[in-house]
């Protein structure tokens, strides 16, 4: 499955954006979404999932309540409507596709497919 990300941008403390992940390829509906961010210098970072049919979804402690994961198996998409963003959630974001669900933190290895990211910066 290939996937494409869009949606970052700069935006100030306080604010919202909305990333979008595109898939293309086998169907979507058989994968497991996920968000990943890393930062200059940083190790990659579970940011969010959500299972095959979005009914469970799954977050990092430092954007649960803040971040909200979801899915349009019909037009092949998952977004990240991120709210009340911080310095620290600057990162690129990547999306990415796998097999498995898990209930609690993600890890890379649990995923096969990876988009490009996109770049989000918050200013303070």
């Known amino acids: 499955v290939q996937l494409q990300a869009s949606g970052g941008g700069l935006v100030q403390a306080g604010g919202s954006l909305r990333l979008s992940c595109a898939a293309s390829?086998?169907?979507?509906?058989?994968?497991?979404m996920g968000w990943f961010r890393q930062a200059p210098g940083k190790e990659r970072e579970f940011v969010a999932a959500?299972?095959?049919?979005?009914?469970?979804?799954v977050y990092a402690n430092s954007v649960k309540g803040r971040f909200t994961i979801s899915r349009d198996n019909a037009k092949n998409t998952v977004d990240l409507q991120m709210n009340s963003l911080k310095p620290e959630d600057t990162a690129i974001y990547i999306c990415?596709?796998?097999?498995?669900?898990?209930?609690?933190?993600?890890?890379?290895?649990?995923?096969?497919?990876w988009g490009q990211g996109t770049l989000v910066t918050v200013s303070s």
């Open positions: 390829g086998r169907p979507f509906s058989s994968y497991v």
């Open positions: 959500i299972s095959w049919s979005g009914g469970n979804t």
């Open positions: 990415a596709a796998g097999r498995r669900y898990r209930a609690y933190i993600m890890t890379p290895s649990e995923f096969d497919f």
